[in-house]
């Protein structure tokens, strides 16, 4: 076993151009018949000088590894996303038709270079390669969707959902000959890719209506065909992919003011064409990835649940939920650490991945609503599996918090105090280092003072406290915004003001991660 730690710094420089025309068209056909068209389209244009510097250091804190690495690059492309939606009613009551078309059209392209030194004990490295990439693509999206109520009961709506997409994408490296020109192709880092996907999809659900009670049921299948050719290898990757999809709902209304709402639905995602190409990418030589042709589209089960109850003539309002997230096949990584501390990373099938969380918080005014409790409360439980040099690491975090907040409302003043307490637990198999709980304590007062003559004043004050971190990150962070304004005009429609946002310069972003695929 080694240990090590790593020192990354980056200056990033970017330029963006980019122009945007949208446009949202309703025709009324007839009294029962609507079109609507949404055709929008964006041209773009980039440049990007990115510098990054890895430093690698053993135990007792000596360089033994340092990498910098520039990518530059300019960009340009043009996309767009339109709709077309034609809604047809009938005669019938709750009997619809709708069916919308969905284009997505992208050109990208892009033209740079990568130069990187790396300086170690035992080598040096130079890379110096330009690199170009042209990305296509052409998704056409459509949706048949008909509702038909068969009695006062029951409702059956049905759904085809119908997709043809076809893209590519080419991406070359070339290295310097003698001479000094970039003629030479590096096959390691080079790709041309044809992806052509068609996907159809076919939807019931049955719908019962009893007094306050809607429950719903229905099942999906769904079938998508993905054919994927390397054209620089001529080799291919083909799937043929089948799913059910079964939904759930619920919901109980016995009022404008109450409802529970209970729905259980499944998702699956087939794997994105660059987690599958088998080509390396070497935008930074210490962290390269790599494609996985053997990846397995993933299953979602998602359960939501929510409550609300808001009681009109004394103020008082509760909400609670809670929501719940299990995959099989999710996506994870698998990362491999060399001598030095680099890695080598792919996307792979991981099972067990799983998220949690429940929450719950009311509002309890008194003095005629003057004055506003505000209790809440938050749990969650995050669960994923990655592999490191091929051993299987879970992450799993509790986080706790609650919060409690007063809010005073006046002719002229508004006032919001209170205060939130977060503690978070993570732990993974592969490190005890990691396993290390820490806290957030948040205090803050938010006012709006409104004075004669059209003044007004408002302020937010946030004092945090971090604990469990290491010792340069357990700072106490004092933010105060203040703003000053003054309304003119008759209508108020005028208003100069002068604001001042952390007044004492202690804005400093805090945070600490755990990352599953780090140990």
């Known amino acids: 076993d080694s240990s090590y730690y790593t020192k990354d710094s980056a200056n990033n420089q970017t330029l963006s151009s980019s122009h945007r025309f949208n446009m949202n068209l309703q025709i009324d056909i007839d009294s029962l018949t609507k079109l609507e068209l949404k055709p929008n389209v964006h041209f773009d244009e980039g440049e990007q000088d990115n510098t990054t510097i890895n430093k690698f250091l053993d135990n007792s804190l000596t360089e033994y590894l340092t990498t910098n690495i520039n990518n530059r690059y300019n960009s340009n492309g043009v996309s767009s996303n339109s709709e077309a939606i034609l809604r047809r009613k009938f005669a019938k009551k709750d009997r619809e ?29 130079i890379i110096n390669q330009r690199k170009t990439n042209d990305n296509r693509s052409n998704t056409q999206y459509g949706t048949l969707t008909f509702t038909e109520p068969l009695s006062k009961s029951f409702i059956l709506s049905t759904e085809y959902f119908i997709e043809l997409g076809a893209s590519n994408q080419a991406r070359y490296t070339y290295n310097a000959d003698p001479a000094g020109a970039f003629t030479q192709v590096d096959s390691l880092f080079t790709n041309d890719f044809v992806n052509d996907r068609f996907q159809q999809r076919g939807t019931m659900i049955l719908t019962y209506l009893y007094k306050n009670h809607r429950i719903s049921g229905g099942l999906g299948y769904r079938n998508i065909l993905i054919e994927n050719l390397n054209q620089f290898t001529n080799l291919g990757i083909n799937q043929n992919i089948s799913n059910f999809l079964p939904n759930f709902s619920y919901q109980f209304k016995p009022s404008m003011a109450k409802r529970i709402n209970i729905r259980y639905s499944t998702y699956s995602a087939p794997p994105s064409a660059n987690d599958l190409q088998p080509v390396r990418d070497n935008t930074n030589p210490n962290r390269i990835q790599e494609g996985n042709p053997d990846l397995k589209p993933n299953y979602q089960h998602q359960l939501n649940f929510n409550a609300n109850v808001w009681q009109a003539m004394t103020g008082r309002y509760i909400w609670s939920g809670g929501n719940a997230t299990f995959t099989q096949n999710a996506f994870g990584t698998n990362t491999t650490f060399d001598q030095f501390g680099r890695t080598i990373s792919k996307t792979i099938n991981v099972d067990g991945n799983m998220f949690a969380t429940i929450y719950a918080g009311g509002g309890y005014p008194i003095l005629n609503r003057k004055l506003t409790f505000e209790p809440s409360m938050n749990v969650s439980y995050f669960r994923n599996n990655n592999f490191i040099n091929d051993k299987l690491n879970t992450t799993s975090t509790t986080t706790l918090n609650g919060a409690f907040a007063i809010e005073v409302s006046l002719d002229s003043l508004e006032l919001n105090i209170g205060a939130d307490y977060t503690y978070v637990n993570p732990l993974t198999t592969l490190s005890t280092f990691a396993n290390q709980p820490y806290n957030t304590q948040n205090y803050f007062m938010i006012g709006d003072w409104r ?69």
Do not use: C
Request: net charge negative.
């Open 97 to 125: 038709l709708e069916a919308k078309y969905i284009l997505r059209y992208n050109d990208n392209s892009s033209e740079g270079n990568l130069q990187t030194n790396t300086a170690a004990v035992l080598f040096d490295t």
């Open 451 to 519: 004075f004669p003559a059209h003044f007004r004043f408002k302020w937010e004050l946030n004092y945090t406290l971090n604990r469990g971190r290491a010792a340069e990150f357990n700072r106490d962070l004092f933010i105060v915004d203040l703003e000053l304004q003054k309304a003119f005009l008759k209508t108020e429609n005028l208003i100069v003001g002068l604001s001042i946002n952390d007044l004492l310069n202690q804005n400093i972003n805090l945070q600490r991660t755990v990352n599953g695929n780090m140990i």
